[in-house]
């Protein structure tokens, strides 16, 4: 099982990126996924989440009305679209995905690499 992430770049506070994840070997199209991202020195922490419906989302309170989750059950991908970029949002973010089927929250099994974002000031 792969879950392969791109989309991540520099670019200035207040600009967009959009992050990618695409899954293979296994489909992914009734699990939830989600992404998480790590700034260096912290921990972990959550983003944002979709059903495997893709009918119900959740977000981290820092990024709420900026990023919007997405996913495309046919490409078995998830998306992340940033908008209004802040230099905190600098971090490498991880796409990941449930093991379980049917749920409509995220419960992290598998993980990409990771991708780097790093926004500006």
């Known amino acids: 099982v792969q879950l392969q992430a791109s989309g991540g770049g520099l670019v200035q506070a207040g600009g967009s990126l959009r992050l990618s994840c695409e899954a293979s070997g296994r489909t992914f199209i009734r699990t939830a996924m989600g992404w998480f991202r790590q700034a260096p020195g912290k921990e972990r922490e959550f983003v944002a989440a979709i059903s495997w419906s893709g009918s119900v989302k959740y977000y981290a309170g820092s990024v709420k009305g900026r990023f919007t989750i997405s996913r495309d059950n046919v490409k078995n991908a998830v998306y992340l679209q940033m908008n209004s970029l802040k230099p905190e949002d600098t971090a490498t973010y991880y796409c990941?995905?449930?093991?379980?089927?049917?749920?409509?929250?995220?419960?992290?099994?598998?993980w990409g690499q990771g991708t780097q974002v790093t926004v500006s000031s």
């Open positions: 990941a995905a449930d093991r379980r089927s049917d749920s409509d929250s995220l419960d992290p099994h598998y």
